[in-house]
């Protein structure tokens, strides 16, 4: 029994998806650990921060793992700023950049910061640069030292700024929030998204649970992890076992399509969860075989979840259109819907001339095929385009 399998146990008699909550603990972890330790990748040091976004409909329970990580944290006072509420982003660059002293004289003057928010959208002012500086800030192997931004009203100088952010939204929002920029910017290619389309379980909580989850408890192992600083251990059967899957990968994605930067840089991907994985595990500065084979899985099915959260969000004037009648073939057992169920059902997304177009569209592209039966007209996708728009959301294609 390991700290992250502990933390799980104690919540699965709730309603919250328990990848939600998994997620939430490593969030945990890397906002308490910040960039006290590292993987050494000779020119630069991977840092285990990460930005984590949970995925889902209202409904779906996203806020109690943002407000577990949250209390987790806040119980450990490492001196990161914990940045919730609602803020701009020169309000969340003002809070980072303001030194504070801790009980016992201890001054914290690094731009350490925990982004945490049951709903991004409503948590940060909605602002085209926003997501920009998010990107940069990101990288903090790029940002050793001093950190700099001149914006319209302010100069934001930080020191060793490193920023770990977990977050939710969902489709209506996040379709408002997100532009293009951040789909192919880098932002989007940085997030770990974790979707989930309903939660785990049904309970009302009139009646107490078996167990209720002890965050003080938890809190005193993450005070433990506190402790270490410096670079992560890697033996060498694991180096080999990575070398061997990470070239691979690379022969696998050499004519992938993916525009988000997700598969460029999922090398570092795996790194950091398998970082955090190992701390989840043990308080030691070894990475091992098995976080690395977990780490691998996790990530590789998020890459759909990318796709999932992405598809409809191109430069296509009718792209969200084409993605929900994609969506709406993928998800009938015959993959056929016809032109009167078509319009019936999404007469409000597009009249009947404007699906008439997006389906000669999708047709000539080969997504679909137009049959006539009878008086029916009928929009089929061939099961091959559903494999392959299967295997593409699983991330397991090109």
């Known amino acids: 029994m390991s700290w992250l ?31 006290k330790i590292w993987f050494d990748k000779y020119l630069y040091k991977l840092y285990p921060n990460v930005y984590i976004m949970l995925h889902a409909d209202s409904g779906v ?19 990161t700023h914990i940045i919730t509420g609602r803020s701009s982003i020169q ?8 030194s504070y002293t801790q009980p016992g004289g201890k001054i914290i003057n690094k731009a350490h910061a925990f982004i945490c928010s049951a709903e991004l959208t409503s948590s940060i002012v909605s ?18 030292g001093d950190w700099k931004s001149l914006l319209k009203m302010e100069t934001f100088q930080l020191k060793d700024p490193i920023v770990t952010m977990f977050t939710a939204t969902n489709e209506a929002h996040s379709s408002e929030f997100f532009t293009g920029k951040d789909v192919h910017g880098g932002y989007f290619g940085r997030t770990f998204i974790i979707y989930e389309p309903k939660t785990k379980v049904i309970n009302s909580l009139m009646f107490p649970p078996s167990i209720v989850p002890d965050y003080n408890k938890f809190s005193e192992y993450l005070k433990e992890i506190l402790k270490l600083s410096g670079a992560f251990h ?18 696998t994605i050499e004519s992938n399509t993916d525009k988000t930067g997700t598969l460029n840089r999922f090398d570092d991907s795996v790194l950091k969860v398998a970082m955090l994985i190992s701390l989840g595990e043990k308080p030691e500065l070894t990475i091992t075989k098995r976080a690395i084979e977990v780490a691998i899985d ?34 009938r057992d015959n993959h056929a819907i016809s032109r009167q169920q078509l319009n019936r059902k999404y007469w409000m997304n597009a009249n009947l001339d404007e699906w008439d177009a997006i389906v000669l569209s999708l047709e000539a592209a080969g997504v679909l095929k137009i049959e006539t039966h009878g ?24």
């Open 91 to 98: 309000g969340i660059l003002k809070e980072m950049g303001t």
């Open 234 to 251: 890697m033996d060498l059967p694991t180096r080999r076992f990575f070398d061997s899957w990470y070239k691979d990968f690379r022969v």
């Open 375 to 398: 008086h029916t007209i009928l929009y089929v996708m061939p099961d091959n385009v559903f494999k392959e728009y299967e295997n593409h959301l699983k991330g397991k294609s090109k």
């Open 5 to 35: 399998t502990d933390i799980i146990d104690q919540h699965k008699e709730f309603e919250t998806p328990i990848s939600f909550i998994y997620w939430g603990a490593l969030a945990s972890i890397s906002a308490v650990v910040t960039d």
């Open 61 to 79: 329970k996203k806020s109690p793992p943002i407000n577990m990580a949250k209390q987790l944290v806040k119980k450990v006072n490492n001196g």
């Open 298 to 331: 996790l990530c590789e099915g998020l890459v759909g979840n990318i796709r999932r959260t992405t598809l409809g969000k191109g430069k296509s004037q009718w792209a969200p259109e084409k993605a929900l009648l994609i969506e709406e073939l993928m998800r």
């Open 127 to 144: 602002d085209p640069i926003a997501t920009t500086i998010l990107t940069d800030l990101f990288d903090r192997q790029n940002n050793e």
